[in-house]
């Protein structure tokens, strides 16, 4: 029989974030915003909550790895038409392509776990920005910084 650990931490999450201790990131987009909650080592990907405002829309972006957005609440169209509403789940394939708009009178708040880089893209498909575990913590390590506050360590090992 394996006698238990007398380190309590043994048994807890290695890391957990608490809604006190959470920050909202604001984007370069007006009306856009996340609140990191963890960012996955050698550069795999992060999660966030994401919040956007009516009318805000993400610009065309390609996903390097898969995606997982889970609404929580408020509603976004995309590109293909559909109507994405609280509790609805996308998933999103590598290589995938698309654009969306928030639609509605109330704010989008979404769930979202990203693997790999978001690819933002200009005319003729060049890439102008990335999003990947590494931008996003520099800018939530940036955004703490300016607001005065520790960084919470919400980073793989």
Known sequence: MTTPSPRLHDYLPARFSTATARHWVPSSTPGKSSSPLRFFADDRGFVELLRMEPGVVMPLHRHTGEIHAYNLSGTRKLCTGELIGPGDYVYEPPGNTDWWK?????????LVIVMGTVEFLGPGG???GRASASSQWAEYEGHCRSLGVATPDLRDR
Request: proline content about 8%; cysteine-free; aromatic content about 0%.
């Open 126 to 128: 060049v890439v102008t």
């Open 102 to 110: 928030v639609v509605g009178d109330e704010p989008m708040l979404a």
